[in-house]
């Protein structure tokens, strides 16, 4: 199985408002980056979108180092909750239902798929490709 990093990063202006993501993907010597925007969204989402979308762009099943900024992304796969919206019907633990299910679950499936390690990085630390991935997502909002 072949070994990636994937770097991802989601941003807002004002929230819910104008939102950006970004994802950078490092096989060997090989990069890509992706970018993209949506006029009306929230940070959670563009964080969310920004890791799928990097997800999205193996054609084959890989060992993954996801790494993100987004406590919410990578507790909600390294602390299980997840497997708990899921027993639980896409409901919180106070009941409410859970928010982007429709992202949640294209990212589950491609957990499934891919053998993924959930990273957490400092965000605005000075890590040189969760830095890119803000300035590309910022960027994308700038575009629209």
Request: hydrophobic share 40%; aromatic share 10%; charged share 20%.
């Amino acid at each position: 199985m072949q070994e990636v990093d994937i770097y991802s990063d989601g941003a807002c202006s004002g929230n819910p408002g104008p939102g950006g993501w970004a994802c950078v993907l490092i096989y060997g010597m090989h990069r890509r980056e992706k970018y993209g925007a949506d006029p009306l969204t929230t940070n959670q989402k563009m964080e969310l979108q920004a890791a799928l979308e990097g997800l999205k762009m193996l054609k084959r099943p890989c060992k993954v180092n996801l790494h993100s900024d987004s406590a919410y992304l990578i507790n909600a796969f390294n602390q299980g909750w997840i497997d708990r919206w899921l027993q639980n019907s896409w409901q919180t633990s106070k009941k409410m239902p859970v928010e982007n299910q429709d992202l949640w679950l294209e990212l589950w499936q491609q957990n499934s798929v891919h053998q993924i390690k959930w990273i957490k990085v400092k965000g605005h630390a000075g890590h040189a490709e969760n830095e890119r991935c803000d300035f590309l997502a910022r960027q994308a909002i700038a575009m629209l």
